[in-house]
């Protein structure tokens, strides 16, 4: 109990502070849970922090795709060495750029079409819109996911005629190659990655606040979004300009609406309960969601040396000596970062600690070592990183 009080104390000047609306936080370790929340789910109308506020998780809808695509590599329904054009043969005729900082019109054709595997890695030579590079602005410019009435398959076809940033395996980049491993995983299953994740996920966890659409009498129950802004130091509802992620629709009830890189909605109860599966493959009722060889591959790095450090530099990152790269002690697993180098890391945390975070400032990890998971739910764009490194400095020095 003294731990909730005192984490809850020292994150809370977050929320003081203008910086957070509010947050939630678990951490379960050896079957023992600790919570806290505090602060607003929107600061206009002072509504509080709920025990079951929604959240918009952004990105770490990816981890549970990645899950539905190891569980079909199990079952040989799918191969790591797969080309995706064998599944989507829009991208028969993908070409790449010819300098990763020339001229867009520029192409050769690809030697080695992308693998299921480089999809899982990031190592595909996809790239995403907030990205500093030739290939983002152009997703912006088509705007490649700024619709909420668009199907996963209607985007994937736009996307296919948009070149390659670099020759897949050459190099590593954040990108937008979940999203076609979703629809990859739709087009093996032969049916919507909605109904997909409800059947492989969601009902046998028993996830049911997780869903890429909120029920209507749900609605008040989600935390508004907001960005910082940092020239005023004040939270603003978000108004998004060139190549931010906000561009991104994310509906709350329309029901042709799936990603496979954002676009769920969960609570921190739900999304804790997908967290504890990924240290046992199993439900909490024992039925098997993942076998053990697929988890290591999880929490195994798999990159080879050269396309280290890992870094995400979105339009705007100002490079300078307060400027950190949180994934510097990171490399990659299927579909998760994992901790390779405690060193670079402050000395915390343990190695094949893994996890992942969504845009809004959401995050959590797994630590096996310490039959531990925690999870921090509040929705911030450009965040300050503090919060996560208090939470994350917290869980080190205190469990």
């Known amino acids: 109990?003294?731990?909730?009080?005192?984490?809850?104390?020292?994150?809370?000047?977050?929320?003081?502070?203008?910086?957070?609306?509010?947050?939630?936080?678990?951490?379960?370790?050896?079957?023992?849970?600790?919570?806290?929340?505090?602060?607003y789910n929107n600061?206009?109308?002072?509504?509080?922090?709920?025990?079951?506020?929604?959240?918009?998780?952004?990105?770490?809808?990816?981890?549970i795709v990645a899950i539905v695509a190891l569980?079909?590599?199990?079952?040989?329904?799918?191969?790591?060495?797969?080309?995706?054009?064998?599944?989507?043969?829009?991208?028969?005729?993908?070409?790449?750029?010819?300098?990763?900082?020339?001229?867009i019109d520029e192409v050769n054709k690809v030697i080695n079409f992308p693998k299921i595997k480089d999809l899982l890695l990031h190592t595909a030579g996809f790239s995403y819109n907030m990205l500093d590079d030739p290939i983002g602005l152009e997703y912006e410019k088509i705007k490649l996911f700024h619709s909420d009435s668009t199907s996963l398959e209607?985007?994937?076809?736009?996307?296919?005629?948009?070149?390659?940033?670099?020759?897949?395996?050459?190099?590593?980049?954040?990108?937008?190659s979940m999203d076609v491993l979703g629809r990859i995983i739709e087009i093996v299953k032969n049916n919507s990655l909605q109904n997909i994740l409800q059947e492989e996920i969601f009902n046998p966890l028993e996830m049911y606040e997780t869903n890429f659409s909120?029920?209507?009498?749900?609605?008040?129950?989600?935390?508004?979004?907001?960005?910082?802004?940092?020239?005023?130091?004040?939270?603003?509802?978000?108004?998004?300009?060139l190549q931010k992620i906000e561009n991104y629709q994310y509906p709350l009830n329309e029901k042709r609406f799936a990603r496979g890189g954002h676009g769920l909605f969960s609570t921190i109860k739900d999304y804790s309960i997908f967290a504890k599966m990924?240290?046992?493959?199993?439900?909490?009722?024992?039925?098997?969601?993942?076998?053990?060889?697929?988890?290591?591959?999880?929490?195994?790095?798999a990159l080879e040396d050269y396309y280290f450090p890992l870094e995400i530099r979105s339009v705007g990152t100002?490079?300078?000596?307060?400027?950190?790269?949180?994934?510097?002690?990171?490399?990659?697993?299927?579909?998760?970062?994992?901790?390779?180098?405690?060193?670079?890391?402050?000395?915390?945390?343990?190695?094949?600690?893994?996890?992942?975070?969504?845009?809004?400032?959401?995050?959590?990890?797994?630590?096996?070592?310490?039959?531990?998971?925690?999870?921090?739910?509040t929705q911030v764009f450009s965040g300050n990183p503090d919060l996560k490194k208090d939470f994350y400095k917290f869980i080190y020095t205190n469990f």
């Open 278 to 301: 990924l240290q046992t493959g199993k439900t909490e009722k024992g039925q098997a969601i993942l076998s053990k060889n697929s988890l290591k591959l999880i929490n195994t790095n």
């Open 71 to 103: 569980k079909l590599i199990e079952q040989k329904k799918l191969n790591f060495n797969d080309p995706i054009n064998k599944f989507l043969p829009e991208f028969n005729n993908l070409k790449v750029m010819s300098k990763e900082n020339g001229n």
């Open 214 to 241: 909120i029920p209507k009498n749900a609605e008040d129950r989600l935390m508004e979004s907001y960005a910082y802004d940092n020239s005023k130091s004040e939270l603003i509802n978000y108004y998004p300009g």
């Open 1 to 39: 109990m003294q731990e909730k009080l005192e984490l809850n104390k020292l994150l809370a000047k977050y929320v003081d502070g203008g910086h957070y609306p509010g947050f939630q936080w678990q951490i379960q370790i050896n079957d023992k849970k600790y919570s806290g929340k505090y602060g």
């Open 154 to 176: 209607e985007e994937i076809i736009k996307l296919a005629k948009i070149p390659l940033l670099f020759e897949p395996k050459t190099k590593w980049r954040y990108s937008v």
């Open 43 to 63: 600061i206009e109308s002072k509504k509080p922090v709920l025990e079951n506020t929604i959240y918009r998780i952004w990105s770490m809808t990816k981890p």
């Open 318 to 377: 100002v490079i300078d000596v307060n400027y950190v790269n949180d994934l510097e002690p990171y490399g990659w697993g299927m579909g998760f970062r994992t901790l390779i180098d405690q060193k670079k890391n402050n000395n915390l945390g343990s190695v094949g600690e893994f996890g992942w975070s969504g845009a809004a400032s959401t995050y959590f990890l797994v630590d096996n070592d310490k039959d531990m998971t925690a999870l921090l739910m």
